[in-house]
């Protein structure tokens, strides 16, 4: 599976931007989807998370209620919906394809190539 990001940008506090990630090859909906985010100088840290039917999805607490992950299959798409966007958020965003609903980046096992949020205060 290849992944491909997409949607970062510039954006003020309070504003909304909409991730995608691409998936190519077989079997995309067999994979649940991940996005991380890593800030300048810090840990790649999990943000959502959304199983293979899109069911069951989780968050990480800085997102909750303001994040929403989605995908739609027919599409091998991903999404990472954003509002009220913080400073706090400007990272490089990760989407990531894996066999088990985790918040743990180790058990992924495909990674795209990262976008660039900047939110600015």
């Known amino acids: 599976v290849q992944l491909q990001a997409s949607g970062g940008g510039l954006v003020q506090a309070g504003g909304s931007l909409r991730l995608s990630c691409a998936a190519s090859?077989?079997?995309?909906?067999?994979?649940?989807m991940g996005w991380f985010r890593q800030g300048p100088g810090e840990e790649r840290e999990f943000v959502a998370v959304?199983?293979?039917?899109?069911?069951?999805?989780h968050y990480g607490d800085s997102v909750k209620g303001r994040f929403t992950i989605s995908r739609d299959n027919a599409k091998n798409t991903v999404f990472l919906q954003m509002s009220n966007l913080k400073p706090e958020d400007t990272a490089v965003y990760y989407c990531?394809?894996?066999?088990?609903?985790?918040?743990?980046?180790?058990?992924?096992?495909?990674w795209g190539q990262g976008t660039q949020v900047t939110v600015s205060s």
């Open positions: 990531a394809a894996g066999r088990w609903l985790t918040v743990t980046r180790s058990t992924y096992d495909y």
């Open positions: 959304i199983n293979w039917s899109g069911g069951s999805t």
């Open positions: 090859g077989r079997s995309f909906s067999s994979y649940v």
